[in-house]
């Protein structure tokens, strides 16, 4: 898993034995949140670069949620919105790399 906000890799290793097949690469879902009320026009604003990428996103209020979304394609969110909206990611690897302690 990515961790956006330290910027470094969690719960797993690169070391991957039980795969035989190519997985796919890391993806998952992205939220964002406005960090303060106002900033529907950063939301706005992220839906439409998400759209750029090729990305339906969902508007909820004062959250926008993706689906699918890549790696690189997480971390230019991360870049350009992180300064304005809380981003989080859960992005995993199908299937998931073996963990060895």
């Known amino acids: 898993m990515y961790d956006c906000q330290n910027d470094r890799y969690t719960d797993f290793s690169v070391n991957d034995y039980a795969s035989t ?3 796919r ?3 998952g879902s992205v ?3 406005a960090a303060a009320s ?3 026009a950063e939301l706005i604003a992220l839906m439409q670069f998400v759209g ?3 990305y339906s996103a969902n508007l909820d209020h004062d959250t926008v949620s993706l689906d ?3 790696l690189g394609d997480a971390l230019a969110i991360n870049a350009r ?4 909206l809380v981003i989080s990611a859960d992005l995993r ?9």
Request: aromatic share 6%.
């Open 38 to 40: 106002g900033e529907q």
């Open 81 to 84: 919105f992180g300064a304005t």
């Open 52 to 54: 750029e990428l090729g």
């Open 68 to 70: 699918e979304v890549s």
């Open 21 to 23: 097949t190519r997985p």
């Open 31 to 33: 939220t964002a949140t």
């Open 25 to 27: 690469p890391l993806c």
């Open 93 to 101: 690897r199908n299937p998931p790399i073996r963990f060895d302690d």
